[in-house]
Protein backbone atom coordinates (compact mmCIF):
# COMPACT_ATOMS: atom_id res chain seq x y z
CA UNK A 1 0.00 0.00 0.00
CA UNK A 2 1.37 4.05 -1.37
CA UNK A 3 2.17 5.49 2.04
CA UNK A 4 -0.54 8.21 2.53
CA UNK A 5 0.48 12.27 2.93
CA UNK A 6 -1.43 13.58 5.70
CA UNK A 7 0.28 16.57 5.87
CA UNK A 8 -0.97 18.47 2.53
CA UNK A 9 -4.04 19.50 1.43
CA UNK A 10 -6.66 17.57 -0.18
CA UNK A 11 -9.07 18.49 -2.47
CA UNK A 12 -12.28 16.25 -4.11
CA UNK A 13 -12.53 16.72 -7.68
CA UNK A 14 -15.43 15.40 -9.71
CA UNK A 15 -13.13 15.56 -12.93
CA UNK A 16 -11.20 12.47 -14.34
CA UNK A 17 -7.56 12.84 -13.28
CA UNK A 18 -4.57 11.86 -15.61
CA UNK A 19 -1.27 13.49 -16.18
CA UNK A 20 -1.36 16.94 -17.63
CA UNK A 21 -4.75 17.38 -17.34
CA UNK A 22 -6.07 20.88 -16.31
CA UNK A 23 -9.19 21.20 -13.50
CA UNK A 24 -11.33 24.38 -13.75
CA UNK A 25 -12.15 24.32 -10.12
CA UNK A 26 -15.89 26.40 -9.32
CA UNK A 27 -15.83 29.59 -7.17
CA UNK A 28 -16.29 27.92 -3.71
CA UNK A 29 -13.28 25.51 -4.17
CA UNK A 30 -11.35 28.92 -5.79
CA UNK A 31 -12.30 30.52 -2.17
CA UNK A 32 -11.49 27.71 -0.31
CA UNK A 33 -8.15 27.43 -1.51
CA UNK A 34 -7.12 31.11 -1.92
CA UNK A 35 -9.26 32.71 0.92
CA UNK A 36 -8.85 30.12 3.27
CA UNK A 37 -6.18 28.33 2.78
CA UNK A 38 -4.16 31.46 1.29
CA UNK A 39 -2.54 28.98 -1.17
CA UNK A 40 -1.13 31.07 -4.62
CA UNK A 41 -0.20 29.83 -8.12
CA UNK A 42 2.54 27.51 -8.03
CA UNK A 43 1.55 25.78 -4.42
CA UNK A 44 0.99 22.23 -4.90
CA UNK A 45 -1.96 19.78 -3.21
CA UNK A 46 -3.20 16.48 -3.28
CA UNK A 47 -6.41 16.00 -5.36
CA UNK A 48 -9.11 12.61 -5.71
CA UNK A 49 -12.22 11.86 -7.10
CA UNK A 50 -12.72 8.49 -6.10
CA UNK A 51 -12.40 6.87 -9.32
CA UNK A 52 -8.92 7.67 -10.26
CA UNK A 53 -6.59 7.53 -6.99
CA UNK A 54 -4.56 10.35 -5.75
CA UNK A 55 -2.71 12.65 -7.88
CA UNK A 56 -0.32 16.03 -7.01
CA UNK A 57 -1.61 19.43 -8.54
CA UNK A 58 -0.61 22.60 -8.83
CA UNK A 59 -2.47 26.06 -8.67
CA UNK A 60 -1.63 26.91 -11.83
CA UNK A 61 -4.16 30.22 -12.23
CA UNK A 62 -6.51 32.27 -9.94
CA UNK A 63 -9.05 34.39 -11.09
CA UNK A 64 -11.68 36.66 -9.50
CA UNK A 65 -14.36 33.60 -10.05
CA UNK A 66 -12.25 30.41 -10.22
CA UNK A 67 -8.77 28.69 -10.30
CA UNK A 68 -7.23 26.37 -12.25
CA UNK A 69 -5.05 23.07 -11.22
CA UNK A 70 -2.49 21.61 -13.65
CA UNK A 71 -2.69 17.51 -12.63
CA UNK A 72 1.05 16.00 -12.33
CA UNK A 73 1.74 12.98 -10.91
CA UNK A 74 0.00 9.96 -9.08
CA UNK A 75 0.78 9.30 -5.83
CA UNK A 76 -1.55 6.59 -4.79
CA UNK A 77 -3.23 4.20 -7.97
CA UNK A 78 -7.12 3.37 -6.68
CA UNK A 79 -7.38 1.19 -3.80
CA UNK A 80 -9.77 -1.65 -4.04
CA UNK A 81 -12.46 -1.15 -0.90
CA UNK A 82 -14.67 -3.59 0.64
CA UNK A 83 -18.06 -3.82 -0.80
CA UNK A 84 -19.96 -2.47 2.35
CA UNK A 85 -23.21 -0.42 2.21
CA UNK A 86 -24.14 0.95 5.25
CA UNK A 87 -27.66 1.53 6.25
CA UNK A 88 -29.27 3.41 9.00
CA UNK A 89 -32.29 5.21 10.60
CA UNK A 90 -31.34 9.03 9.82
CA UNK A 91 -30.42 10.85 13.11
CA UNK A 92 -30.63 14.72 14.49
CA UNK A 93 -28.37 17.13 12.63
CA UNK A 94 -25.16 17.02 14.52
CA UNK A 95 -24.95 13.24 15.35
CA UNK A 96 -26.38 12.64 11.82
CA UNK A 97 -23.23 14.67 11.01
CA UNK A 98 -21.27 12.58 12.95
CA UNK A 99 -22.24 9.15 11.66
CA UNK A 100 -22.15 9.66 8.25
CA UNK A 101 -18.11 11.06 8.78
CA UNK A 102 -16.88 8.08 10.34
CA UNK A 103 -19.03 6.00 8.11
CA UNK A 104 -16.54 7.48 5.56
CA UNK A 105 -13.57 7.10 7.47
CA UNK A 106 -14.02 3.31 8.37
CA UNK A 107 -15.06 2.45 4.59
CA UNK A 108 -18.56 1.96 3.85
CA UNK A 109 -18.96 2.19 0.04
CA UNK A 110 -22.43 3.60 0.19
CA UNK A 111 -24.68 5.32 2.85
CA UNK A 112 -28.32 4.29 2.62
CA UNK A 113 -31.07 6.01 4.72
CA UNK A 114 -33.75 3.60 5.70
CA UNK A 115 -37.31 4.86 7.41
CA UNK A 116 -38.05 2.38 10.23
CA UNK A 117 -41.64 2.87 12.18
CA UNK A 118 -39.71 4.22 15.22
CA UNK A 119 -37.20 6.43 13.03
CA UNK A 120 -37.80 10.28 14.67
CA UNK A 121 -35.80 12.50 12.16
CA UNK A 122 -37.48 11.58 8.86
CA UNK A 123 -36.38 14.42 6.82
CA UNK A 124 -33.04 13.46 5.17
CA UNK A 125 -30.39 16.52 3.61
CA UNK A 126 -28.89 14.05 1.03
CA UNK A 127 -26.64 17.80 0.13
CA UNK A 128 -25.16 17.79 3.67
CA UNK A 129 -24.49 14.31 3.79
CA UNK A 130 -22.10 14.16 0.83
CA UNK A 131 -20.88 17.70 2.05
CA UNK A 132 -19.68 15.54 5.01
CA UNK A 133 -18.60 12.52 3.32
CA UNK A 134 -15.96 15.01 0.89
CA UNK A 135 -14.97 16.67 3.64
CA UNK A 136 -13.89 13.42 5.71
CA UNK A 137 -12.58 12.05 2.87
CA UNK A 138 -10.53 14.73 2.43
CA UNK A 139 -9.25 15.49 5.79
CA UNK A 140 -8.68 11.52 6.43
CA UNK A 141 -6.54 10.41 3.50
CA UNK A 142 -9.78 8.08 1.81
CA UNK A 143 -9.57 7.13 -1.19
CA UNK A 144 -12.97 5.67 -1.47
CA UNK A 145 -15.95 8.28 -1.35
CA UNK A 146 -19.47 6.65 -0.50
CA UNK A 147 -22.22 7.38 -2.34
CA UNK A 148 -24.93 8.95 -0.29
CA UNK A 149 -28.14 7.12 -1.92
CA UNK A 150 -31.62 8.87 -1.18
CA UNK A 151 -34.07 7.74 2.07
CA UNK A 152 -36.16 4.75 1.65
CA UNK A 153 -38.26 2.87 3.87
CA UNK A 154 -36.70 -0.08 5.51
CA UNK A 155 -39.65 -2.28 3.88
CA UNK A 156 -38.77 -1.50 0.53
CA UNK A 157 -35.74 -1.38 0.81
CA UNK A 158 -36.27 -5.20 1.55
CA UNK A 159 -38.54 -5.77 -0.69
CA UNK A 160 -35.84 -4.47 -3.30
CA UNK A 161 -32.88 -7.00 -1.48
CA UNK A 162 -30.41 -8.30 -3.71
CA UNK A 163 -29.78 -11.88 -2.10
CA UNK A 164 -26.20 -12.28 -2.83
CA UNK A 165 -25.73 -9.41 -0.01
CA UNK A 166 -25.18 -10.34 3.11
CA UNK A 167 -27.15 -7.92 5.77
CA UNK A 168 -25.39 -7.34 9.00
CA UNK A 169 -28.43 -7.02 11.76
CA UNK A 170 -27.26 -5.15 14.69
CA UNK A 171 -29.37 -6.58 17.05
CA UNK A 172 -30.03 -5.59 20.75
CA UNK A 173 -32.05 -8.52 21.56
CA UNK A 174 -29.46 -11.24 19.84
CA UNK A 175 -28.29 -13.58 22.77
CA UNK A 176 -24.57 -12.32 23.59
CA UNK A 177 -22.11 -14.29 21.28
CA UNK A 178 -19.07 -13.40 19.82
CA UNK A 179 -19.50 -11.38 17.27
CA UNK A 180 -15.87 -11.81 15.73
CA UNK A 181 -16.89 -15.66 15.58
CA UNK A 182 -20.30 -14.62 13.95
CA UNK A 183 -18.59 -12.63 11.37
CA UNK A 184 -16.03 -15.00 10.79
CA UNK A 185 -18.48 -17.69 9.83
CA UNK A 186 -19.34 -15.64 6.89
CA UNK A 187 -18.12 -15.80 3.12
CA UNK A 188 -16.33 -13.21 1.65
CA UNK A 189 -18.76 -11.34 -0.68
CA UNK A 190 -20.81 -8.26 -1.05
CA UNK A 191 -22.19 -7.04 2.60
CA UNK A 192 -24.33 -4.34 4.29
CA UNK A 193 -24.83 -3.40 7.98
CA UNK A 194 -28.11 -1.99 9.48
CA UNK A 195 -28.14 -0.21 12.47
CA UNK A 196 -31.32 1.63 13.48
CA UNK A 197 -33.17 4.01 15.42
CA UNK A 198 -32.52 5.46 18.98
CA UNK A 199 -36.12 3.61 19.99
CA UNK A 200 -35.23 0.00 18.42
CA UNK A 201 -36.53 -1.99 15.52
CA UNK A 202 -40.41 -2.31 16.31
CA UNK A 203 -41.41 -6.83 16.86
CA UNK A 204 -42.45 -6.61 13.40
CA UNK A 205 -39.32 -5.28 11.55
CA UNK A 206 -37.52 -7.63 13.67
CA UNK A 207 -39.33 -10.42 13.32
CA UNK A 208 -39.16 -9.79 9.00
CA UNK A 209 -35.54 -9.23 9.23
CA UNK A 210 -35.00 -12.44 10.97
CA UNK A 211 -36.47 -14.14 8.84
CA UNK A 212 -34.48 -13.42 6.13
CA UNK A 213 -32.40 -15.80 5.25
CA UNK A 214 -29.88 -13.13 4.06
CA UNK A 215 -29.98 -11.48 7.26
CA UNK A 216 -27.17 -12.43 9.60
CA UNK A 217 -28.49 -11.16 13.29
CA UNK A 218 -25.02 -9.86 15.62
CA UNK A 219 -24.92 -8.61 18.80
CA UNK A 220 -22.20 -5.81 19.82
CA UNK A 221 -22.09 -6.02 23.67
CA UNK A 222 -23.93 -6.35 26.79
CA UNK A 223 -23.98 -2.13 26.43
CA UNK A 224 -27.38 -0.16 24.92
CA UNK A 225 -25.31 2.08 22.58
CA UNK A 226 -26.30 5.01 20.88
CA UNK A 227 -26.81 5.11 16.81
CA UNK A 228 -24.22 6.62 15.82
CA UNK A 229 -21.49 4.91 18.49
CA UNK A 230 -23.30 1.34 17.23
CA UNK A 231 -22.30 2.66 13.77
CA UNK A 232 -18.45 2.50 14.58
CA UNK A 233 -18.07 0.02 16.72
CA UNK A 234 -20.30 -2.12 13.89
CA UNK A 235 -18.20 -1.01 11.49
CA UNK A 236 -15.02 -1.45 13.30
CA UNK A 237 -16.19 -5.06 13.64
CA UNK A 238 -16.50 -5.84 10.18
CA UNK A 239 -13.89 -3.88 9.03
CA UNK A 240 -11.75 -6.05 11.06
CA UNK A 241 -13.14 -9.56 9.95
CA UNK A 242 -14.28 -9.19 6.57
CA UNK A 243 -13.00 -5.91 5.50
CA UNK A 244 -9.82 -4.47 4.33
CA UNK A 245 -7.93 -3.98 7.58
CA UNK A 246 -7.13 -7.94 7.53
CA UNK A 247 -4.98 -7.49 4.49
CA UNK A 248 -3.11 -4.30 7.03
Same mark, same amino acid.
Given at each position: ????????????????? $?????????????????????????????????????????? $???????????????????????????????????????? @???????????????????????????????????????????????????????????????????????????????????????????????????????????????????????????????????? @?????????????????
Amino acid at each position: MAIRDLTSERLFVEDDL $AAARLLELAPPQAHYLTAVLRLRPGAQLLVFNGRDGEWVATL $AETKKRGATLTVERQTRPQEVSPDIDYLFAPLKRSRLDYM @VQKATEMGAARLRPVITERTVAERVNSDRMRANVIEAAEQCGVLQVPVVEPPAKLDDVLDDWDEARRLIYCDEHEQLSDPIETLGKLAPGPLAVLIGPEGGFSLRERNRLVGKPYVVPLSLGPRIMRADTAA @VAALALVGAVLGDWRRR
